[in-house]
């Protein structure tokens, strides 16, 4: 368990991170990791590097684990530029526990957030006054990327959640690629068109009773439910294994 110690008075960066950012300016992420790494981490995170990425429109942050114990933490340039400085803050070290866990413990489940992480996303919080939380939230940001929308034709638009709706943030047309295809093709077996970006902010509810009743159902309770939400257009979380 790593002690902490009061900030000094004198901490390296400490004005730098007190400093009010006019919106899309960020602070120096690399600066934020080394004062971190030292303040909270005990120095542990030598091996880890922070970098920005352009890519990543579907998640503010990611930790990847590499063989031979590094790790890359990605954050998000197009969702976080609509955030506070705080709100980076709060990202970067969010990432940065998951990292330590890995390089202390060999965690390598990301998407755990058990009592290790939450007791050093409390003990960071308390010190801090930041509000480090276990899942980001940024549901409206995400939104405004997701401009490529496919609609099915078939049955599972007329059921919820989806309504047959598929939006990402790349122009990729769901096919055999989609870990939900093969369960599409046989549950409903419609095909999707691309339509208009303006229809996302329609009310789906609305649209829902607009659809005509045309289909024909073998029972009068079928009901078609897939899940259409996997989006595979930001960057995976995997143990990348390097090969010479």
């Given at each position: 368990?790593?002690s902490?110690?009061?900030?000094?008075r004198?901490?390296?960066?400490?004005?730098?991170?007190?400093?009010?950012?006019?919106?899309?300016?960020?602070?120096?992420?690399?600066?934020?990791?080394?004062?971190y790494?030292?303040?909270?981490?005990?120095?542990?995170l030598?091996?880890?590097?922070?970098?920005?990425?352009?890519?990543?429109?579907?998640?503010?942050?990611?930790?990847?684990?590499?063989?031979?114990?590094r790790?890359?933490?990605?954050?998000?340039?197009?969702?976080?530029?609509?955030?506070?400085v705080?709100?980076?803050?709060?990202?970067?070290?969010?990432?940065?526990?998951?990292?330590?866990?890995?390089?202390?413990?060999?965690?390598?489940?990301?998407s755990?957030?058990?009592?290790?992480?939450i007791?050093?996303?409390?003990?960071?919080?308390?010190?801090?006054?930041?509000n480090?939380?276990?899942y980001?939230?940024?549901?409206?940001?995400?939104?405004?990327?997701?401009?490529?929308?496919?609609?099915?034709?078939?049955?599972?638009?007329?059921?919820?959640?989806?309504?047959?709706?598929?939006?990402?943030?790349?122009?990729?047309?769901?096919g055999?690629?989609?870990?939900?295809?093969?369960?599409?093709?046989?549950?409903?077996?419609?095909?999707?068109t691309?339509?208009?970006?303006?229809?996302?902010t329609?009310?789906?509810?609305?649209?829902?009773?607009?659809?005509?009743?045309?289909?024909?159902?073998?029972e009068?309770?079928?009901?078609?439910?897939?899940?259409?939400?996997?989006?595979?257009d930001?960057?995976?979380?995997?143990?990348?294994?390097i090969?010479?």
């Amino acid at each position: 368990m790593i002690s902490i110690e009061p900030i000094p008075r004198d901490a390296p960066f400490l004005g730098a991170l007190n400093l009010s950012f006019k919106k899309g300016e960020f602070p120096d992420i690399h600066e934020l990791f080394l004062y971190y790494n030292d303040l909270y981490f005990g120095g542990n995170l030598g091996s880890v590097i922070v970098r920005w990425s352009s890519r990543m429109k579907l998640c503010a942050g990611t930790c990847t684990y590499e063989i031979g114990g590094r790790c890359v933490i990605s954050l998000s340039e197009p969702l976080l530029k609509y955030r506070s400085v705080k709100e980076l803050k709060e990202t970067l070290l969010h990432e940065l526990i998951h990292a330590y866990l890995f390089v202390t413990n060999n965690c390598k489940d990301r998407s755990a957030h058990g009592p290790e992480f939450i007791f050093h996303m409390n003990r960071i919080n308390m010190k801090t006054g930041l509000n480090i939380t276990i899942y980001h939230s940024f549901i409206n940001e995400v939104n405004f990327y997701r401009t490529n929308i496919w609609r099915c034709n078939g049955p599972c638009r007329l059921e919820a959640p989806y309504y047959g709706f598929v939006k990402r943030s790349i122009n990729r047309t769901p096919g055999p690629n989609d870990s939900w295809w093969n369960l599409h093709l046989s549950k409903c077996g419609g095909k999707f068109t691309k339509i208009s970006d303006s229809d996302k902010t329609r009310n789906y509810s609305v649209i829902n009773k607009q659809i005509s009743n045309s289909y024909a159902y073998k029972e009068e309770t079928q009901k078609i439910s897939i899940d259409l939400s996997s989006d595979s257009d930001v960057e995976a979380i995997q143990i990348v294994e390097i090969s010479d």
